[in-house]
């Protein structure tokens, strides 16, 4: 209506007066017509000054000015104004019309309607609005999503594409009419991007080839009442039994205040759940899930929110998961330097977990060993391991309280690379010979350890103090420190536990290191007792105390805080550590035909990278083919190697990699990937407004509604590129003008009659 | 290459007598229970906490006349319990702490002590609080070493003291293949250990406890809980070893027993 009122007042749409430029076409020079105007008014005025009875200097002030302002309006229209747009030439310039065809576009947001039917309704073959581009442009057709391609006409889309990338398409579709003259492209979408590609360069790539880009933005900004589950991060892959604590993000319209479920399904069977209080309308609430993956192979876990009554999108409120729960044996290797109750019962708390082997190499005397848990008389029997192919065999190395003495320089550079390069799990235990009181400030091993040597102390072994251990934010969020089954729980189960006692002062954590529990004692302040850094490949954590179980001992029977707290300690400790060949796959799925990248890093004995060695993968898909894929060497990555396979199916496919070595065969862990069409489409599906109005403003273009667009067709006229003519509006006969002069003069009248001057 | 058997026994016997000797010549009676403020028991307890403590039970019972009270949980204490820990030391590299140390079995404390020292249980009465002290100990990790009591009265009288704090557990034979004869010594015989008096005369048994045994109770688990060793007294061998009336070979032997018990108890 506004628009209408603009338009029936000065004759053209507002867009005309800013495309256009004013000039004035007057037969009579402009050098005459503006000094007899000039004299006119100077007339007007000396005539008003001439005038006696009860006109005050106010009175005549305002009546000149109202008759100067006549003069003037009468003279602009004299002057006879224009302006000059630049105009397309009809039928010599070419328009792009690119529509959306994913499956958001089917959403019916709108009424009853989907918003493809905007599509049907507005650009349809006999359609006024593409009757009317055809009058001034030769149409050009595309449909995009997660592809695009030029049709014919927009009859045969069927809106089923499994994603929205709109940058692609626009540079795709500029590319393809780049020979001919673009006056410019419709872009027909809700704007619900969810391509990787970004869109900057896109639309500098357009701005420079003088493109603009008209977008037309279909359904709503925000539902009335949607759920919406988001950024659901998973590992890959977890050792059978392990606790997991996923965070993900909840956001919601028209549920403000509501109480709902987030559920965890391991393939259709409920193994976790957590109540949220959804926040105001459009606040998102990060969501914390815990949970355990008891069943082995490659699972897909489900993480949903049950369909509340009235949503309008019920597709974005779950996401999945593949997590390869792997059911192999990890072999740990626990060094203790003297027996202690620390080993007795570590060893009872993952005794019942089949899937980690503790290898038990404790020294009972000066220079007698005990053995626990290896595999033949040979494993261990001159001590601790003295080769890397010795010690790299096991995934991760625990240390009781050794003095560093025990061991030569060799060794102690060997567990350092046994972290930073091999990848393996190092833990250290606090003890009498632990840490500076055991003499490793300044070792190799030190490196390793999140946390600072502290010396103050000195090798005092009569130091020791007694720590109230708390968790600390970080901790909250580890599995470790989740001893009881909600956060809740688990920060009320920490404040029971008795005291634990240490002989070692930790010092700072080191830069990159966090702390999961913290401990304040009587004479030491609050210190790390539990902190972890990335050393290389590896995970380093120190534990600062000496008896944890007295958490066994001491509190209730049916308390299992001991055991949940060492198992998922060790879990945690081997959760990264890399095999001699391991897959790294860029998703836990993809699309049918869209390439799926192999990465293979291949290590020898001692976890030295190998080169030029010859990797396959063989890629077993859901129907059972099998097809190979040689990975080859990336020159730039040692031990690195990489290839790729397009999926023609959907499916679970298997990945198997082997490598030949000059040492021999090696196998990789199998790897999974589901292919399967994407469901991202209904997720973030509302209408993006300010992505379209982006695009638009940067290429010049407009951004329209279904209530706007009919005016599509004149703007791109005027507003295009291509070939272009100057076409000259008149705006002397403007109704706006002749208004003012009526009103100026009425204006007039009435001032006259109230001042008694008529 | 290991070295052969006799040899290290002979090396054990030998650093036993040196060792007990210099116990027997710094052993006291002391305070015999608790840490009075002030004493040099109380200081040392203040001290860091030791890996190892081993822990004396103390239990109610009956005297020889059948009446409450008596000592019989004190029987040889502290030196057999200061001796034993000379050797331990000396032996293992265990950070033990180096005084006798008891607990009453229905303290909450002594949860804090993983390692049980209970004899002459023949005399044993539990009351219902010491029975679930004892019970909650063992069935939360806590170990137990059962020593220095004879003949079937005395069993019996165990037996029905055991049947109160663990009944859904038998008490079955150990046999000589499981682990706790091997974890620091190889043990490959029972030997009958007698008291000093017994040791002076030649003869090794009490009462009718002619044949030693090593028995225990095992958890839902198969994890031994309790070692019974009945028909023996390893405490006595151990606070007399230095003594020239007392044979060296039944210490040696009691030692072995004891330091195996103590690395079996801290590791299984």
């Known amino acids: ?758 | 290459m290991r070295r052969p058997r006799t040899n290290r026994a002979a090396a054990t016997a030998a650093v036993v007598l040196m060792l007990a000797s210099t116990s027997a010549r710094s052993s006291g009676q002391g305070d015999r229970v608790t840490d009075r403020p002030g004493t040099e028991r109380a200081k040392l307890r203040a001290q860091r906490p030791h890996a190892f403590y081993f822990t004396r039970g103390i239990y109610s019972g009956w005297s020889r006349f059948g009446r409450r009270g008596g000592g019989s949980w004190a029987t040889d204490w502290p030196k057999s319990d200061r001796t034993f820990l000379t050797v331990l030391q000396r032996l293992t590299n265990v950070d033990a702490f180096p005084e006798e140390h008891g607990v009453l079995l229905d303290d909450p404390e002594l949860r804090r002590f993983p390692f049980l020292y209970i004899l002459e249980v023949g005399r044993m009465g539990l009351t219902p609080g010491e029975a679930k002290g004892l019970r909650l100990y063992m069935l939360n990790g806590g170990f137990v070493m059962v020593d220095d009591f004879w003949g079937s009265y005395e069993w019996a009288n165990f037996e029905e003291q055991m049947r109160a704090v663990l009944p859904e557990y038998p008490i079955e034979e150990i046999p000589l293949d499981h682990e706790i004869f091997r974890t620091f010594y190889q043990i490959d015989e029972i030997i009958q250990v007698p008291q000093i008096g017994n040791a002076m005369t030649g003869r090794t048994w009490e009462q009718d406890g002619y044949v030693p045994h090593v028995r225990g109770i095992f958890d839902d688990k198969r994890r031994l809980m309790m070692v019974i060793n009945w028909n023996t007294d390893l405490g006595d061998a151990w606070e007399w070893a230095e003594s020239p009336y007392y044979p060296v070979p039944y210490s040696t032997y009691a030692f072995k027993v004891g330091v195996n018990t103590v690395i079996y108890a801290m590791s299984h």
Do not use: C
């Open chain 1, 1 to 758: 209506m506004p628009g209408s009122i603009f338009e029936f007042l000065f004759k053209y749409r507002p867009l005309v007066f800013r495309e256009g430029r004013l000039t004035f076409e007057s037969p009579v020079a402009l050098a005459l017509l503006v000094p007899a105007i000039v004299l006119l008014s100077a007339i007007a005025v000396w005539t008003y000054r001439r005038v006696g009875g009860k006109a005050t200097p106010g009175d005549r002030l305002v009546l000149s000015i109202i008759r100067v302002a006549t003069l003037a309006i009468i003279a602009f229209s004299l002057l006879r104004p224009a302006l000059l747009v630049s105009n397309v030439v009809p039928q010599q310039n070419y328009v792009g019309i690119l529509v959306d065809d994913s499956r958001s576009m089917r959403i019916t947001d709108n009424g009853d309607a989907p918003r493809s039917a905007f599509v049907g309704q507005e650009f349809g073959a006999e359609s006024e609005l593409i009757r009317r581009l055809e009058d001034r442009f030769q149409l050009r057709y595309f449909r995009f999503s997660s592809n695009s391609e030029r049709v014919t006409d927009l009859a045969g889309l069927d809106y089923t594409g499994s994603r929205t990338r709109i940058a692609p398409a626009l540079d795709r579709v500029r590319e393809e009419l780049a020979p001919v003259p673009l006056s410019g492209l419709v872009v027909i979408t809700d704007g619900a991007d969810n391509a990787a590609a970004g869109l900057t360069e896109t639309l500098l790539a357009l701005k420079a080839a003088q493109v603009p880009v008209y977008t037309v933005g279909l359904g709503r900004e925000r539902y009335d009442r949607d759920i919406e589950l988001s950024r659901v991060s998973t590992p890959r892959q977890v050792l059978k039994g392990a606790s997991l604590v996923v965070d993900l993000l909840v956001s919601q319209s028209g549920f403000a205040g509501e109480t709902v479920n987030v559920v965890v399904e391991d393939e259709g069977a409920i193994v976790g759940s957590q109540e949220v209080k959804l926040p105001a309308d459009g606040e998102p609430v990060p969501v914390r899930v815990h949970f355990t993956a008891d069943q082995a192979g490659p699972r897909r876990f489900t993480f949903r929110v049950p369909a509340q009554t009235g949503e309008l999108v019920l597709e974005n409120n779950e996401q999945d998961a593949l997590i390869d729960v792997r059911d192999n044996t990890i072999k740990i290797l626990y060094f203790e330097g003297e027996p202690r109750f620390e080993v007795k019962f570590i060893r009872r708390a993952i005794e019942e977990e089949k899937n980690l082997q503790l290898v038990l190499l404790q020294r009972t005397a000066e220079s007698k060993f005990w053995r626990a848990a290896i595999d033949s008389p040979q494993e261990l029997e001159h001590g601790f391991p003295r080769t890397r192919e010795e010690l790299f065999r096991y995934q991760a190395l625990i240390l009781g309280t050794v003095e560093a003495s025990v061991f030569t320089h060799e060794q102690m550079r060997m567990m350092a690379d046994f972290v930073s390069e091999r990848g393996g799990g190092l833990l250290t235990l606090g003890g009498r010979h632990s840490y500076a009181q055991g003499g490793y400030a300044g070792t190799p091993l030190a490196d390793a350890l999140p946390v600072e040597i502290e010396t103050s102390y000195g090798t005092d072994t009569t130091f020791f103090d007694s720590l109230r251990v708390t968790p600390t934010r970080a901790g909250l969020a580890n599995p470790v420190a989740q001893i009881a089954p909600t956060e809740d729980a688990s920060a009320k189960a920490w404040e029971k536990l008795p005291r634990l006692t240490t002989p070692n002062p930790l010092g700072s954590l080191k830069p990159g290191a966090t702390a999961l529990l913290v401990g304040k004692g009587d004479h030491l302040g609050d210190q790390p007792v539990l902190a972890w850094q990335r050393f290389g490949r590896g995970l380093a954590v120190a534990l600062g105390v000496q008896d944890t179980w007295l958490w066994q001992m001491v509190p209730p029977l049916e308390d299992m805080t001991h055991e949940t707290f060492w198992r998922q300690m060790l879990r945690w400790l081997v959760s990264s550590t890399p095999d001699q060949v391991t897959v790294t796959l860029p998703a836990d799925r993809a699309a049918p035909g869209e390439a799926v990248r192999l990465i293979a890093e291949v290590d020898d004995a001692a976890f030295l990278r190998v080169n030029n060695s010859a990797v396959i993968a063989h890629v077993t898909r859901a129907d059972g083919t099998v097809e190979d894929v040689p990975l080859d060497w990336t020159i730039e990555q040692d031990g690195e190697y990489q290839g790729a396979f397009t999926p023609p199916s959907t499916g679970l496919y298997r990945i198997d990699v082997e490598a030949t070595t000059p040492a021999g065969p090696l196998k990789a862990r199998p790897a999974f990937i589901s292919i399967e069409e994407s469901r991202s489409e209904y997720f973030g599906s509302q209408l993006n407004k300010s992505l379209l109005q982006r695009i638009a403003r940067e290429t010049g273009g407009r951004f329209y509604t279904p209530a706007t667009v009919r005016t599509l067709p004149e703007d791109l006229s005027i507003t295009g590129r291509g070939s272009t003519i100057v076409e000259e509006k008149e705006l002397w006969d403007m109704p706006v003008l002749l208004l003012l002069v009526l009103s100026l003069m009425a204006a007039e009248w009435l001032f006259r009659r109230q001042k008694g001057l008529a």
